[in-house]
């Protein structure tokens, strides 16, 4: 299976990736349809495993399954406490990225590695509490950090904007380190909290609730998302 990682995209544009966990999971292929139609740039994928975070999702087989019904990058998200178990599992049910929690269990150089032989794209993924140092070190070797916005574990959660000067913190680092790393930020990002996040440097945006339950449609709510592009700092 060609992989469409998130190496294929610009750093310096802002990309919308909705999350299906606020979608009708009685509906995924249509409201998969809908959201590439109203202009989604990728397909972020929430997996939780009731132990890293409380909550459970999604595994393999529903990947595989809406996998024949897309053509976007499946950004998949593993809030999971081994991901380096579930690394072929996924990438063999169609993942392009992957990207795992550093507050997992697991060797991070390790589970990099594997993601990188799978032919996906590698994401490091730190909760509210981890500080913006904790990733330096794997930045140079690392297509994307997403630096959570909420409490791993639910959608519809509120914006935390203490989160801002953590994502500065990491787009002034991937300056010296790496200027094509993806900056994502996952929680709360709807119309209004954007305008916050972006200017310190956050170039993919991650939105369930304010995509696909958006009182005036899911294509409005991404142009809201994309326009944010003018806010992004030249990097
Ligand atoms: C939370 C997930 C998010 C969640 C975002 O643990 O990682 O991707 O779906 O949902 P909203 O956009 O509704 O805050
Ligand atoms: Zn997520």
């Known amino acids: 299976m060609i992989k469409k990682p998130v190496t294929d995209f610009d750093a310096r544009r802002v990309l919308v990736s909705p999350s299906l966990l606020a979608a009708d999971f009685a509906d995924l292929a249509s ?137 500065a913190e990491i787009r002034a680092l991937a300056g010296k380190l790496n200027p094509k790393l993806h900056v994502e930020v996952d929680g709360g990002i709807d119309g209004e909290t954007v305008k916050r996040i972006v200017p310190a440097g956050a170039n993919m945006l991650v939105a369930g609730t304010a995509v696909f339950r958006a009182p005036d449609g899911a294509q409005a709510a991404v142009e809201r998302l994309h326009n944010a592009q003018k806010l992004l700092p030249v990097h």
């Open 31 to 167: 409201e998969i349809k809908r959201v590439e139609a109203a202009g989604a740039d990728l397909l972020h994928l929430d997996i939780m495993d009731g132990h890293f975070v409380p909550n459970l999702t999604m595994g393999p087989p529903v990947i595989a399954a809406i996998r024949k019904h897309s053509i976007l990058t499946f950004d998949t998200h593993l809030m999971i406490t081994n991901p380096l178990k579930y690394v072929k599992p996924f990438s063999a049910a169609g993942a392009d990225h992957i990207t795992f929690h550093l507050e997992s269990d697991d060797n991070p150089d390790e589970t990099i590695r594997a993601i990188r032989a799978e032919g996906c794209s590698v994401g490091i993924s730190i909760k509210p509490a981890t500080p913006a140092s904790a990733v330096v070190n794997y930045l140079d070797r690392i297509d994307l950090v997403l630096v959570m916005t909420v409490e791993p574990g639910f959608g519809g959660q509120s914006f935390m904007a203490d989160m801002i000067p953590k994502v």
